[in-house]
């Protein structure tokens, strides 16, 4: 079996996710990894893969069957997704809602004139929680659909805990309010404001000297990351915060509460959950199994923009429709 | 907008699930319902639809463009299903997971050629189960996939009951062992028995003067049904069996516990579940969804048959590709 051949752009927590994935998946090799820094500053994980530098990417367009983009979103994507279609089937975890149908209009051009694939916004979120969304409201169409995230770090609420004056190190977990979702659970369809479905935990370690109470403050005033939300700032050692909080974790629930019968008093629940190690490595693992799909669905003649809104279940997995009948259905 | 106009051939549970679930989609429309009973006996919970001898169903062709046929898997979908894909595009929730690829098989082959789509074994299990386990296995490669059913009723060990000498009325509903979930949920990809999966607990309304002590050995010795369980019957009257046993609940867990990372170190959950009011509402309501999917796909002109893996879950909505992007993703 020729296996398929995936190249890496861009090396740090997602970019090595997705090296470990593709080990565990035997019909596909990893042929290289393009990076931005120096080739020879990039350590990987697989003795003997090249690393070479993302700007000469063109020059393997045809040793790469998917190139799995691992840029952010808020700078990386938006360029290199589009760029990076012109020579190669791509898949991105593009993850900035808001500005999801520009970055697909762009990806879809570019991928149409260049007779390639391209696949964006995969990982869980978007990803799996969006098809997840998209089959509970197209199966219960009278009802509500809810959306919990954690108990997980999230980078961007760590990141602004780190900016606080008198903060060394910190870290953010989001953590759905089990209340709310039990709540949820019971069908009873509640109204949820933004306080009443998250909470916030922080875990700071404090420069000597600081002003405790004036960093917890800062960090329960901030607009736009902790204001709205019921905040915990917790302040540690150092010891204790690399033995403690040095991984990513992350998960979260989708849930469908809806009615069904003559009088729509039937309630009907359907719920999807996540629990993740390492996000990272989760997210890796999803845009493997897209990469499978993609070069099915490029080796079928498809070009353009799809999400995974648009690609069958099926085309993930390496059993064949037959053996997928026979052992899953 | 054209509406799809959906027909009905088989009015028991399941059909009128489907007959209530179209009114909650306003893109459909119920044209007819077909019935080996005489039609004049079948009384509708919609005024003004008609009722048809299933007998003359291919007269109607023209009139359909999806035929729900809401038959038991046991004798009549084998049968009606390759019969009915010669007039019209078709969806089934056969669940006998052992003949799934020889009905797939005779599907397949009378749609294409008669130029009809098919979809088979649509419904929860299988249906949305067997999708989540094949997104659950293509992500995470190494790992363990439970499945648990219940708490819901089980008809074919109902039956069973009611045929044990001494039983007036029973009902037998299956329980997924809160235990081995937790297990599961833990991480540590127990190995389970079908005694650590599921009990088995039983509602009867014995006959007067029966012997309630053979009743019970009766039942938990019972072969293929209760034997290799753990099983608990309750003896109760019959006006709380008809005010505590009137409805059909059911649901279940997939839960996908897998590995990842250089040492396969981080554990990952993915977790999909139902919690139903109604089973066969819930059934009627994913054959309806799908019938929406089938309804466009055979509009790009597929021919065939088709199952829940090769159909994406775009097509299931009644948004566009666009709004989905917009809203969902």
């Known amino acids: 079996m020729k296996k398929i051949r995936i190249g890496i752009a861009g090396y740090g927590n997602l970019g090595r996710g997705v090296e470990l994935a593709i080990r565990q998946n035997d019909d596909m090799e990893l042929v290289g990894v393009f990076t931005r820094r120096a080739p020879e500053s990039v350590k990987l994980q697989t003795p003997g893969v090249p690393v070479y530098p993302l700007a000469d990417a063109a020059k393997y367009k045809d040793a790469v069957d998917v190139m799995i983009i691992c840029g952010g979103s808020a700078t990386d994507l938006p360029e ?27 990806v879809d051009k570019a991928a149409k004139e260049s007779g390639h694939l391209g696949m964006i916004s995969l990982g869980w979120d978007p990803g799996l929680f969006s098809l997840n969304r998209v089959y509970a409201e197209a199966i219960l169409r009278n009802g509500e659909t809810y959306t919990f995230w954690g108990k997980g770090v999230s980078q961007g609420h760590s990141d602004a805990i780190r900016r606080v004056k008198g903060v060394k190190r910190g870290i953010q977990y989001t953590c759905p309010v089990e209340s709310a979702i039990e709540a949820v659970r019971s069908g009873a369809q509640p109204k949820l404001t933004t306080r009443d479905k998250h909470e916030r935990v922080c875990y700071v370690v404090a420069e000597e000297g600081a002003d405790l109470a004036q960093i917890e403050q800062d960090i329960k005033t901030m607009k736009n990351y902790f204001d709205e939300y019921n905040t915990t700032v917790n302040f540690i050692d150092e010891e204790t915060f690399d033995r403690e909080h040095n991984t990513l974790p992350h998960g979260g629930f989708v849930i469908r509460s809806g009615k069904t019968g003559a009088d729509l008093s039937t309630t009907q629940t359907i719920e999807y959950s996540l629990k993740l190690g390492s996000n990272p490595e989760f997210t890796a693992s999803v845009l493997v199994a897209y990469a499978r799909a993609l070069s099915r669905l490029s080796a079928e003649g498809q070009t353009g923009c799809k999400t995974a809104f648009d690609i069958a279940p099926g085309y993930l997995s390496p059993l064949s429709p037959e053996e997928l009948r026979a052992h899953c259905l």
């Open 80 to 106: 290199q997704t589009p760029a990076l279609v012109k020579d190669f089937n791509v898949i991105d975890s593009f993850d900035t809602h808001a500005r999801i149908p520009e970055h697909f209009a762009n």
